[in-house]
């Protein structure tokens, strides 16, 4: 199964094992009918966690409230573990104007795809894609001044990036 990371959890909320779920789906949202998240207790570990409850704390934050999770100790265990959701999910809940919603598409430059993005970085002022470029880890940035256009039917980010930046990594 396919698994996308929309966030992380970041801290516990009250005595009653709630926690806070920091997320980039780029829109305020309590993840209405969505019954199972998964947190990547080990790497590469995706275990399934019900949700009993959610509700919008922000744009970026939703408390969660776990079945199994019912004390601030449980919860505790749960800080800073990434969370993901099915592929499917993913596609009902990010905001298609989300930066993780490029995630999957193709990096196109000068008429050349350079590679899947494979996970999205936000940062203040740019984000960064990681690709795979020949076999070694990249990370290209994605801004105002590099982006083109996207074409989501066909799954592609075109970019003109700086002249040298790919030298880099080859």
């Given at each position: 199964?396919?698994?996308?990371?929309?966030?992380?959890?970041?801290?516990?909320?009250?005595?009653?094992?709630?926690?806070?779920?920091?997320?980039?789906?780029?829109?305020?949202?309590?993840?209405?009918?969505?019954?199972?998240?998964?947190?990547?207790m080990h790497k590469n570990e995706f275990?399934?966690?019900?949700?009993?409850?959610?509700?919008?704390?922000?744009?970026?934050?939703?408390?969660?409230?776990?079945?199994?999770?019912?004390?601030?100790?449980?919860?505790?265990?749960?800080?800073?573990?990434?969370?993901?959701?099915?592929?499917?999910?993913?596609?009902?809940?990010?905001?298609?104007t989300a930066s993780i919603s490029m995630?999957?598409?193709?990096?196109?430059?000068?008429?050349?795809?350079?590679?899947?993005?494979?996970?999205?970085?936000?940062?203040?002022?740019?984000?960064?894609?990681?690709?795979?470029?020949?076999?070694?880890?990249?990370?290209?940035?994605?801004?105002?001044?590099?982006?083109?256009?996207?074409?989501?039917?066909?799954?592609?980010?075109?970019?003109?990036?700086?002249?040298?930046?790919?030298?880099?990594?080859?």
């Open positions: 199964m396919q698994y996308n990371s929309i966030g992380k959890i970041v801290a516990s909320f009250g005595v009653n094992g709630e926690v806070i779920l920091r997320h980039a789906l780029g829109k305020k949202t309590a993840l209405k009918g969505l019954e199972t998240i998964f947190i990547e275990l399934p966690y019900f949700i009993q409850s959610a509700r919008a704390k922000n744009d970026a934050e939703i408390y969660l409230a776990l079945e199994g999770v019912v004390t601030r100790e449980a919860a505790l265990t749960l800080n800073q573990k990434e969370v993901w959701l099915t592929e499917e999910d993913f596609k009902r809940y990010a905001a298609k995630l999957g598409y193709h990096i196109i430059h000068g008429g050349e795809d350079i590679g899947e993005i494979l996970e999205v970085i936000e940062q203040p002022h740019q984000v960064l894609c990681r690709i795979d470029l020949g076999g070694k880890e990249a990370l290209i940035p994605v801004h105002s001044s590099t982006l083109q256009k996207m074409d989501p039917k066909k799954k592609q980010v075109f970019l003109d990036l700086p002249d040298g930046l790919l030298d880099l990594y080859r």
